[in-house]
């Protein structure tokens, strides 16, 4: 039995608290630069600043030289709106804490809605613990963690509509208003919509019992909000034509095969061990488990299951629409179990719940949040864009001389280089591949690989020094090539100017530079 919670229950952390409690002070008190590793949040910034400064949504770009301006669909613009406000205040210290916030409020809140429906709470722990080790995979200081909890909620809210009858759906254009401006990850939600819209016309079609009418009046009223949350998804400064937005990125095979997140997963790689294991458990569980999983279940676990083998950035949706059926699966199968073991970790599980249903309040996670923000303010938590992996010393090199002309630039550097110099500088190219399109990624390639024509496209866009990785077959080719001259060097970043009158004090400033090699043990320390 539960035991009745007591006046100073509030103390007593709960088993969601541990878990909140873990998560956040381990990413903000430790390994919090990794959510830095993507250069993308430094262009998020700088467009929240934009947006801000000028009291409008970009349509067309400001970051690269390239003219005329780009035309560019900010779909995250309220995410960097957001993001630009806590850089003001906290800097990037306070965006990594920030982010390492939402990440554990998406895990606290998966194991709030897993336990609610199950009666083990050792199977709700290990199911939650995996998910969220599985998550890790895109752990990142960028806008798709707001899409993560907004899943977690619309699926929950879904959950409750089919299975206990009770209906928020009330709530949905409301979160789709918000989420449409937050992310593109917003289609998850037409997704999820859609499953359920067809299993109960399945359940209609083909159960002719007495539940034939339940089910149609869950498709009836789910289509009418499903209809209501695509006029909702209108509301956001490009109209309807951000509902095409995620279909014409995701079909452009250019593009999806150029950007690592969105390549498969691989797992020869350790960054997907966590995924791995948790596939196989949910393989092996729904073979051993005497339970059936029903049309919506099945359509869940096989479309994320695809979703996340097809593309990495996947995986975490995968973890939080798979856990719950894996957790069902599961306690069926400790329910079926006999024997001493069995009874011994349900009684385990009794007595922990017992503890857990003691707890109450939100003390705990509390106390760590104004914690972390004392120490953030008092500079004992400082984060920013690590300089073993980032070009940060070349990027305040850059800032220093001031060089104009155009540039050529490694699409990673021209996140940084937006963040730290922009309007300075203007970049050739960055994280923002769905803007600049399947021509000039192409053009881009054709540079980074060498493909006959690449110095044309120099000569197109009047590229007169270049930015570029100190380890690569583009560098390497400038250094023995006359026409060019490295100014900078760093184990990151080379630097190279044109050998032209225009760069002539820069190249007398700068004789003596030479390429820094790096070690073996340097390259296996990278990686």
């Known amino acids: 039995m539960i035991k009745q919670k007591n006046k100073s229950s509030f103390l007593i952390p709960s088993i969601g608290d541990f878990l909140f409690l873990a998560i956040f002070l381990h990413i903000s008190l430790n390994v919090g630069k990794s959510l830095l590793g993507d250069g993308d ?112 909620v619309w699926y929950y809210i879904l959950d409750l509509y089919h299975y206990q009858n009770k209906n928020y759906l009330y709530l949905f254009p409301l979160i789709m208003i918000v989420w449409v401006n937050l992310h593109g990850g917003f289609m998850g939600g037409f997704m999820l919509l859609g499953i359920y819209l067809f299993g109960d016309f399945t359940g209609y079609i083909f159960h002719k019992n007495e539940d034939n009418d339940a089910y149609l009046n869950r498709f009836k009223i789910l289509a009418f909000t499903t209809v209501a949350c695509i006029a909702a998804a209108v509301i956001n400064p490009y109209g309807y034509h951000i509902l095409l937005f995620p279909f014409k990125l995701t079909s452009s095979k250019e593009i999806m095969d150029s950007i690592s997140e969105f390549m498969s997963p691989n797992f020869h790689e350790n960054y997907v061990k966590s995924f791995e294991i948790f596939l196989l458990l949910l393989l092996a569980t729904l073979g051993v488990s005497k339970s059936k999983l029903n049309i919506i279940e099945t359509l869940l676990i096989l479309l994320f299951t695809y979703m996340s083998l097809y593309s990495a950035r996947y995986i975490p949706l995968f973890a939080i629409i798979a856990a719950p059926i894996l957790a069902r699966q599961l306690q069926t199968i400790e329910e ?95 994280g923002r591949s769905d803007m600049y399109g399947v021509d000039r990624l192409k053009e881009y390639r054709k540079v980074t690989n060498f493909d006959q024509g690449w110095e044309n496209i120099l000569a197109k866009y009047r590229i007169t020094w270049i930015f570029y990785d100190a380890d690569s077959a583009l560098s390497r080719y400038l250094l023995i090539n006359k026409d060019w001259k490295l100014i900078y060097a760093d184990k990151l970043a080379n630097i190279f100017v044109k050998n032209i009158p225009e760069y002539q004090y820069l190249i007398t400033k700068y004789p003596s530079v030479k390429p820094v090699i790096k070690k073996d043990k340097d390259k296996a320390a990278d990686k």
């Open 336 to 430: 079926q179990s006999t024997g001493r073991f069995a009874a011994f970790i349900r009684k385990r599980a009794t007595n922990i719940a017992a503890i857990d249903a003691s707890a109450t309040g939100y003390f705990w996670p509390a106390i760590a949040i104004i914690v972390v923000m004392v120490a953030m303010t008092m500079g004992k938590i400082e984060y920013k864009f690590d300089e073993k992996i980032k070009p940060m010393a070349a990027i305040e090199f850059l800032k220093k001389e001031k060089i104009t002309g155009n540039m050529f630039n490694n699409d990673e550097f021209g996140d940084c280089l937006i963040y730290s110099a922009y309007p300075m500088y203007k970049v050739f190219f960055d």
């Open 41 to 152: 949040t430094g262009y998020h910034i700088r467009a929240g600043e934009y947006i801000l400064k000028t009291l409008s949504i970009p349509h067309h770009d400001m970051f690269s030289f390239i003219s005329p301006p780009l035309p560019w669909t900010a779909h995250e613009w309220l995410s960097e709106v957001i993001m630009a406000v806590i850089h003001k205040s906290f800097g990037l210290t306070g965006i990594v804490v920030f982010f390492a916030f939402l990440i554990s409020l998406a895990s606290y809140l998966l194991f709030k809605i897993i336990q609610k429906d199950n009666r083990n709470i050792l199977v709700t722990i290990l199911v939650v613990l995996l998910a969220t080790a599985t998550s890790q995979v895109h752990w990142l200081a960028r806008p798709h963690i707001f899409s993560l909890i907004l899943m977690i």
